[in-house]
T-cell receptor, first 113, second 114 residues
Framework: AQSVTQPDIHITVSEGASLELRCNYSYGATPYLFWYVQSPGQGLQLLLKYFSGDTLVQRIKGFEAEFKRSQSSFNLRKPSVHWSDAAEYFCAVGGSGYSTLTFGKGTMLLVSP | EAQVTQNPRYLITVTGKKLTVTCSQNMNHEYMSWYRQDPGLGLRQIYYSMNVEVTDKGDVPEGYKVSRKEKRNFPLILESPSPNQTSLYFC?????????????FGNGTRLTVT
């Protein structure tokens, strides 16, 4: 069965500091990996996705994610955090059919001044 | 504007009183799904639909029903709600299952069952 582990429930980062959110997955075939972000009172929005090819996913809003097959990881990074990045972040894994998209439990990012 | 619309945003009800949470998407998406979000548990899939008249159970379907009579709508029905169904519910849709079709989420329905 597929699963996603986000080891950190909460992370507090100072504004301007770097960020890394961890995600480990278990999947029996080639995974499709996603990062979603949820702002307070909102639904989830897709941040990044990895299907194949380069292991470093293109940047969006300054975020990047690196797929490491040997470590079964898909960590999210940002070099310099902004206060507006405070939100909950979810990692998800799936296959070619979205019926099997599995989410992690989420990591709440708090940004301190 | 392309969106997934859920109603109501907030709902308080009593045990056993049937309720329906509506979900509608205006993107002509084939795939729709319902999730519940609970603290410490993340998102868990309740039901999904690959297309009209095609629905299937997710990870936590007990106590819920769905229907997909038309492409744009995917209501979630609680025939006899219980307090353990108190949760935040999200409807989501995507153009199709498979590569390159990200999920679009509604803004959620917070349900309280007393």
């Amino acid at each position: 069965a597929q699963s996603v582990t986000q080891p950190d429930i909460h992370i507090t980062v100072s504004e301007g500091a770097s960020l890394e959110l961890r995600c480990n997955y278990s999947y029996g075939a080639t995974p499709y990996l996603f990062w979603y972000v949820q702002s307070p009172g909102q639904g989830l929005q897709l941040l990044l996705k990895y299907f194949s090819g380069d292991t470093l996913v293109q940047r969006i809003k300054g975020f990047e994610a690196e797929f490491k097959r040997s470590q079964s990881s898909f960590n999210l990074r940002k070099p310099s955090v902004h206060w507006s990045d405070a939100a909950e972040y979810f990692c998800a894994v799936g296959g070619s059919g979205y019926s099997t998209l599995t989410f992690g439990k989420g990591t709440m990012l708090l940004v301190s001044p | 504007e392309a969106q997934v619309t859920q109603n109501p945003r907030y709902l308080i009800t009593v045990t056993g009183k049937k309720l329906t949470v509506t979900c509608s998407q205006n993107m002509n998406h084939e795939y729709m799904s319902w999730y519940r979000q609970d603290p410490g548990l993340g998102l868990r899939q309740i039901y999904y639909s690959m297309n009209v008249e095609v629905t299937d159970k997710g990870d936590v379907p007990e106590g819920y029903k769905v229907s997909r009579k038309e492409k744009r709508n995917f209501p979630l029905i609680l025939e006899s709600p219980s307090p353990n169904q108190t949760s935040l519910y999200f409807c989501a849709s995507s153009r199709q299952t498979g590569v390159g079709s990200p999920l679009h989420f509604g803004n959620g329905t917070r349900l309280t069952v007393t």
